[in-house]
Structure formats: structure tokens, C-alpha cells
């Protein structure tokens, strides 16, 4: 499944992300940060341990942590 966010520049929900990397916040939240596809604008997403061990293990995104 892959991994999508709201684009702020274009208020688009759901738009799928485009090499997302995955990193750990500060306080031990998980973060995906990738690009739009249509806009190239920068998207981020915050994601629970468990969807964003799972993206790393399937290979839908890279380990930035």
C-alpha cells in the first residue's frame, strides 16, 4: 500500500508519494518526507511504528533513521 498525504500546495488529499524516506521525530514518532508526483511539492506524513516498519520492510520507502 503505498504511502500518501495531503499536499498543501494544491489541497489534494490522498496524493501518493514519490521516494519517501522514512524518519524518527524527536519524541520517537515516525515520519515519511517525500515529493508530488503532479507538483513536485515536498510532502510530509506522520505514520504509527507498525505502517512505517512495514513500508521500510517491503521496500516502499528507505530508512532515514
Do not use: D, H
Not at 499536499?7 to 519524541?27: A, S
Not at 511504528?49 to 512495514?54: D, N, P, T, V
Amino acid at each position: 500500500m503505498p504511502i500518501t498525504a495531503y499536499n498543501v500546495k494544491t489541497k489534494e488529499k490522498g496524493v501518493v508519494m514519490q521516494n519517501p524516506v522514512i524518519t524518527q521525530t524527536k519524541k520517537g514518532g515516525y515520519m515519511a518526507k517525500g515529493t508530488c508526483a503532479k507538483s513536485g511539492a515536498t510532502l510530509c506524513a506522520l505514520l504509527s511504528k507498525e505502517k512505517a516498519l512495514a513500508a521500510i520492510e517491503s521496500g516502499e520507502a528507505t530508512k532515514g533513521f
